[in-house]
């Protein structure tokens, strides 16, 4: 019984739970590391390859040892080194996009994972409810939606606005019935964001970030990079409490522009899928589309820095992540997706 549904809640730990969570969202990026370490280099010093069984092993035996690594939950150690078995087999499978997995910096997104049978959840009244994490207790939540369906793993982490505990479920949900509607075919593109054969007007996306949002962006932006040229120069690299007020304030604005973006895609691929019985896209090259015109040292690129705007511009908009939605929720609304080559379209 997999999870076929996400749920994401924003999550309100205590100043406590607070301090004990960023330490496990460092734990877990080192375990990360680690373990990815440890299988690179027995595949190069033996042609073998690691899998978490065998791992799980040589994690009991550091949990004796290792202080900060005991203090992890082992269940959520365990969970790290399924993901990787699940990164490796993305980067094999030749129809998966994934590449071969890489470290985690320091700068990561933290994040902690748990399977389903390590969580618990309690409804407290309408608008609130709480997860039991393991070595914590309970952290309270705040319910937006129900869960609809039975828990099978749960992931904490944090991002520029605070913490949120993510939630996939079994729901059971199958595949609807046609639902008949009229077809259509979306162009996404930059200046107009989505252009639907069916309306005669295209759907703009609000900028991700307004006129002042952006200044304040390249400001911080700014004063960051000269905060790193002083720690480098004199702090040995150390980082300042100033410098890292500074990071905090770019990763909220960051954040803040995801969700803008976020936001208008799920109610964009949401119309599309509920609206129409078949919606019909370009099966586009994101990866190549957004490749850098900087060229190499001997032949340089041009317009570089023209090249680099319009990258940023369509990524903004997100059509990799446009598709994956029409993807499931065309299943759910009874709807058929329809990817054509873009040539001549």
Known sequence: MKADMGRRYRLYPAREHEKVLTAWGHTARALWNVALEQRVFVYEQRGYTMRAAEQCKHLTQARAELEWLAAFPAKAAQQILRHLDQAYDNFWNPEHPARFPVRKKRGHRLSIPFPGQAVAVRKVNRKWAEVRLPKLGWVRFRLSRALGGTIRNATVSRDGTGWYVSFGVHTGATTAAPNGKPMCGVDFGVAASAFVSTEMQPRVMPPSLTVNEKKR???????????????????????SHRLRRTIAAIAKL???????RSDFTHKL??????????????????????KSAKGTVA?????????????????????????????????????ELVVVPPFHT
């Open 254 to 260: 960051r954040t803040r522009q995801a969700s803008r």
């Open 269 to 290: 691929t949401t119309d599309l899928a509920k609206n129409h019985g078949m919606v019909g896209i370009e099966d586009l090259r994101v990866r190549n589309m957004t």
């Open 299 to 335: 032949v340089p690129g041009r317009n570089v820095r023209a090249k680099a705007g319009l990258n940023r511009s369509i990524l903004d908009h997100a059509p990799g992540t446009r598709r994956r939605q029409l993807e499931y929720k065309s299943r759910l609304y009874g709807s």
């Open 217 to 239: 962006l390249k400001h911080l932006e700014q004063k960051k990079a000269r905060q790193f040229a002083y720690a480098k120069k004199h702090n040995g690299g150390r980082y």
